[in-house]
């Protein structure tokens, strides 16, 4: 299988060797309501204001930042390039704990209690090797300890995970094409679902289903897809599919939003035709339908998603902004409603992923 798509896993091959030097640090507001923005390339997390959506703090946390899971006021941050997770204590922009990890940590989860990071360990040449075992490491998020790892088959190549049904981690697989079920207490497999498409890159789940979207085979021209799985943990089956846009590079990311509906973020790949296709969207999933109900262009390479009630925060990677798309309407807001033109959040280099200080 070719990992060629713009998650951060995909962006690890760019972005580790080229990292320029964190600016210098501007504190975070210590209190109210706070947007995190993860910028992989420039290894900081800046703050907005989403009120006014006016910059708000700039953290330096080197390392390609990558993932992140917000517990009150602290933030708990995947660094792909350090190999480990961060715990940032936005009240006071310090970092008051750094926990090893496996190699290249580029998806994280929480329980509440145990921190989860798929770990994408790259070899030599950036992308994995078959020689090395695929891990998901865990930490003690109230002592900021490591656990001992979960072991994955191998070839597995972890590329996110979420929490599901039963309890259950569900972690999408890349490299054998599958959807791994693990225990999250004892690390077992408990199933693998094999997946009718190349390589799933996004997971999500509510209580009774999992959801997981695909990219497609490289440079056919092919759509990826919505898989819809029902009867986890016990006995998964796919029992619904959506078809994405065809020459996409992603899905980025994957969000349930309630109901039936979910959102995904989808790029334009390499195989574009001529005249190319663009498609940087976001996309309004109803698995109900099941099909694409709704769309709204975004900027380049569009990645992480974040809700807040009925507004929408998504990454734009490929130019340093972030999008805020009304959920009612499905239109994107300007944030500069003076100037003639669209604009959006200008953040640092590459931002990847979203979180928010209530």
Same mark, same amino acid.
């Given at each position: 299988?070719?990992?060629?798509?713009?998650?951060?896993?995909?962006?690890?091959?760019?972005?580790?060797?080229?990292?320029?030097?964190?600016?210098? !640090?501007?504190?975070?507001?210590?209190?109210?309501?706070?947007?995190?923005?993860?910028?992989?390339?420039?290894?900081?997390? %800046? %703050?907005?204001?989403?009120?006014?959506?006016?910059?708000?703090?700039? *953290?330096?946390?080197?390392?390609?930042?990558?993932?992140?899971?917000?517990?009150?006021?602290?933030?708990?941050? &995947?660094?792909?390039?350090?190999?480990?997770?961060?715990? =940032?204590?936005?009240?006071?922009?310090?970092?008051?704990?750094?926990?090893?990890?496996?190699?290249? !940590?580029?998806?994280?989860?929480?329980?509440?209690?145990?921190?989860?990071? $798929?770990?994408?360990?790259?070899?030599?040449?950036?992308?994995?090797?078959?020689?090395? #075992?695929?891990? =998901?490491?865990?930490?003690? $998020?109230?002592?900021?300890?490591?656990?001992?790892?979960?072991?994955? #088959?191998?070839?597995?190549?972890?590329?996110?995970?979420?929490?599901? #049904?039963?309890?259950?981690?569900?972690?999408?697989? !890349?490299?054998?094409?599958?959807?791994?079920?693990?225990? @999250?207490?004892?690390?077992?497999?408990?199933?693998?679902?094999?997946?009718?498409?190349?390589?799933?890159?996004?997971?999500?789940?509510?209580?009774?289903?999992?959801?997981?979207?695909?990219?497609?085979?490289?440079?056919?021209?092919?759509?990826?897809?919505?898989?819809?799985?029902?009867? &986890? +943990?016990?006995? +998964? /089956?796919? &029992?619904?599919?959506?078809?994405?846009?065809?020459?996409?590079? %992603?899905?980025?990311?994957?969000?349930?939003?309630?109901?039936?509906?979910?959102?995904?973020?989808?790029?334009?790949?390499?195989? @574009?035709?001529?005249?190319? /296709?663009?498609?940087?969207?976001?996309?309004?999933?109803?698995?109900?339908?099941?099909?694409?109900?709704?769309?709204?262009?975004?900027? +380049?390479?569009?990645?992480?998603?974040?809700?807040?009630?009925?507004?929408?925060?998504?990454?734009?990677? %490929?130019?340093?902004?972030?999008? /805020?798309?009304?959920?009612?309407?499905?239109?994107?807001?300007?944030?500069?409603?003076?100037? #003639?033109?669209?604009?959006?959040?200008?953040?640092?280099?590459? !931002? *990847? &992923?979203?979180?928010?200080?209530?």
């Amino acid at each position: 299988m070719i990992l060629r798509i713009w998650t951060c896993a995909g962006l690890l091959a760019l972005a580790l060797t080229s990292c320029p030097s964190p600016v210098g !640090p501007v504190n975070l507001p210590a209190a109210g309501k706070l947007l995190l923005v993860l910028n992989f390339a420039s290894g900081t997390v %800046g %703050g907005i204001d989403p009120a006014t959506f006016a910059p708000a703090g700039l *953290v330096p946390v080197g390392g390609a930042p990558a993932a992140i899971v917000m517990d009150g006021n602290l933030a708990y941050i &995947a660094l792909a390039g350090a190999n480990q997770i961060i715990v =940032l204590d936005t009240t006071t922009s310090g970092i008051t704990a750094r926990i090893p990890v496996g190699r290249n !940590p580029t998806a994280l989860a929480f329980d509440g209690t145990t921190l989860f990071t $798929a770990d994408f360990n790259p070899g030599s040449n950036g992308f994995p090797s078959s020689l090395s #075992p695929f891990t =998901l490491s865990r930490a003690d $998020a109230a002592s900021a300890m490591a656990m001992s790892p979960f072991e994955l #088959p191998p070839l597995s190549r972890p590329a996110a995970l979420a929490l599901g #049904p039963g309890g259950k981690l569900y972690v999408a697989a !890349p490299g054998t094409d599958e959807l791994l079920i693990v225990d @999250q207490t004892t690390g077992n497999v408990d199933s693998t679902l094999a997946l009718p498409d190349d390589d799933p890159l996004a997971v999500t789940a509510d209580a009774t289903r999992v959801f997981v979207a695909t990219a497609g085979p490289v440079g056919s021209g092919t759509s990826g897809k919505l898989l819809v799985i029902t009867g &986890a +943990p016990a006995a +998964p /089956v796919i &029992a619904d599919t959506v078809d994405l846009p065809a020459h996409i590079s %992603g899905p980025g990311a994957l969000l349930f939003i309630g109901g039936n509906k979910l959102l995904t973020t989808v790029s334009s790949a390499s195989d @574009q035709p001529a005249p190319p /296709v663009a498609v940087n969207r976001l996309l309004e999933i109803d698995v109900s339908v099941p099909g694409i109900t709704r769309t709204v262009t975004l900027g +380049p390479r569009p990645l992480g998603i974040l809700q807040d009630g009925n507004t929408i925060y998504i990454t734009n990677a %490929g130019d340093g902004t972030v999008s /805020v798309v009304d959920l009612v309407s499905f239109t994107e807001t300007d944030v500069k409603p003076a100037t #003639p033109a669209l604009d959006r959040v200008a953040v640092g280099a590459q !931002p *990847v &992923a979203l979180g928010l200080r209530p």
